[in-house]
Structures are given as C-alpha cells and as structure tokens.
C-alpha cells in the first residue's frame, strides 16, 4: 500500500470556524509533512513531522496548528484563517533516515480549503 | 540558497512529439534531485529521481532524465508526448531536510 489519504477533499469555512485536515499512511513513514499549494504555483513546506515530534516549522501563522497523534496519522487544525489561507493543502510522507530525510515523498490528493 | 530553476512556465508539445522539460540546479555538493508530476486537482507524484550511480535515470510513463553535472541540468524527455502527459511538472532537490521545489512547467498536449 502505497497511498496517501486526505480527508475532506474538499472544505469552505469562515473565518471563526475551527475545522482539522486529516492525514494518513499505513507505509510504515516515519516522516510526515504539510505543504501548502497556491494555483499554478509550487508547494510551500509548512510543517515536518519525524517519529512523531515536530522537527520543522516553516514559520506558519499559529492559525495552523499540526499535530501527529501517531506514527501513521497527522492532522492540521485551522482556526480563524484568512480569506488568503485559501489553497489546497497536500499531505506526504517519506521514510527517515538518520540524520536527515532523503527519500522520495508521497504525496496525498490534498484538501482543497476555502476560507470565506 | 540552493535551488532548481525551471524554465518557461507553459510547455505546448504535439502528440508523438518529443517532450523537454528543462531543469538547472544550483549547487556545490552533488545533490538529490527529482522529478514531480500534478495532473489537475490531485497530488504530487514521483515520476523518477536521481541520488547517486548512473546519470541517465528512467520514470515511469515513459519519462527519463540525466543528470549532467557540468551542465548543472536534470532535464526531463519523453520521446512521444501523449494526451495524458498534460500536467503540471515540477523539479526538486534535496537539501537542508528539506525539497525545493522549481516553479514548474504546465504542459499543454496538442492533439
């Protein structure tokens, strides 16, 4: 099993709401991470994840809160986001090698966020 | 900073013709570079990548590319473009725990 799951696919909420992405992979990844994708633009690293502690932080707004319940599981809670916070956000996982992160990432379908 | 560079953000190709995607990094250490491919609304998936060993690396779909370290480059072929090749591309490299992502090239497949 080489997949990537996201969930919702899709999600609009206001700018009080507080709404989560959720993220999964049964590969045995110990490296998980949150991009952000604007259109026809390049994913923007958000948040790394290795064996469950935060080990990058992108420096991202406080409204995006990630959070890595286990090994296979990450989520990212949004809370009081703005209109410009609007993008598809992608999900990957890779294995971990000591020291560093190389290895090829995979990616889910992403959620597409819409923040009105 | 070390980066990729991708050239030319719309890539129109004819079916059966070859496609070329072009890719330069920058770097003073051999790096880890990879090539991406986003087909409309759905994620990022690995077409090939280079780490070590032999220059000229094969993808799937039918894509391949070689690594020339005098030339800086990582550039992207596939000898006969088809209708489903229409996609975004995106280069990478590895570095600093982190991948660095070119600014991509939308292909657009003529029939």
């Known amino acids: 099993d080489t997949e990537v799951t996201q969930t919702p696919k899709h999600l609009v909420m206001g700018m009080t709401n507080k709404k989560s992405l959720k993220c999964e992979q049964h590969?045995?990844?110990?490296?998980m991470y949150w991009y952000k994708q604007k259109a026809k633009k390049p994913p923007e690293l958000m948040f790394v994840?290795?064996?469950?502690?935060?080990?990058i932080n992108e420096s991202v707004p406080s409204r995006f809160s990630p959070e890595c319940p286990n090994s296979s599981l990450l989520n990212l809670h949004l809370h009081a986001l703005q209109p410009e916070d609007s993008a598809l956000y992608l999900c990957?996982?890779?294995?971990?090698?000591?020291?560093?992160?190389?290895?090829?990432?995979?990616f889910g379908p992403g959620t597409r966020l819409t923040v009105t | 900073a070390q980066s990729v560079t991708q050239l030319g953000s719309h890539v129109s190709v004819s079916e059966g013709a070859l496609v070329l995607l072009r890719c330069n990094y920058s770097?003073?250490?051999?790096?880890?570079l990879f090539w991406y491919v986003q087909y409309p609304n759905q994620g990022l998936q690995l077409l090939l990548k280079?780490?070590?060993?032999?220059?000229l690396v094969k993808g799937i779909n039918g894509f391949e590319a070689e690594f020339k370290k005098s030339e800086t480059s990582f550039h992207l072929t596939k000898p006969s473009a088809h209708m489903s090749d229409a996609a975004e591309y995106f280069c990478?490299?590895?570095?600093?725990?982190?991948?660095?992502f070119g600014k991509g090239n939308q292909v657009v497949v003529i029939p």
């Open positions: 990957a996982s890779s294995q971990y090698n000591t020291g560093h992160l190389l290895t090829e990432q995979y």
């Open positions: 590969m045995g990844h110990r490296a």
């Open positions: 994840y290795s064996y469950e502690k935060l080990s």
């Open positions: 770097s003073s250490v051999p790096p880890y």
């Open positions: 280079y780490t070590t060993g032999a220059t």
């Open positions: 990478a490299r590895y570095g600093n725990n982190r991948l660095a």
